[in-house]
């Protein structure tokens, strides 16, 4: 199959492809995003649904206040 047939054919895939069956995921406390993007606990997920994880806002807030924290005390003992 030549480089150009398989581009045509993932570009026909990407346009039939059903958006509603992803779901995004919080790879740290496992909520899923809801319609409006609002993370909330998790709810039964269908066989064919697709999960996609990522951060939820939370988590990010959370992951990054961790890290100035670290680097504030790396900062300090290096003093």
Known sequence: ???L????????????????RVVHRCAWCKR???AQGEYVLPRELDADTVV???MCPA???RALALLARRRLDREQLAA
Do not use: F, I, N, Y
């Open 1 to 3: 199959m030549s480089p």
């Open 5 to 20: 047939t398989l581009d045509s054919e993932l570009k026909r895939a990407a346009e039939q492809a059903d958006w509603s």
């Open 32 to 34: 899923v995003a809801d």
């Open 52 to 54: 996609t994880d990522g």
């Open 59 to 61: 988590c990010g807030t």
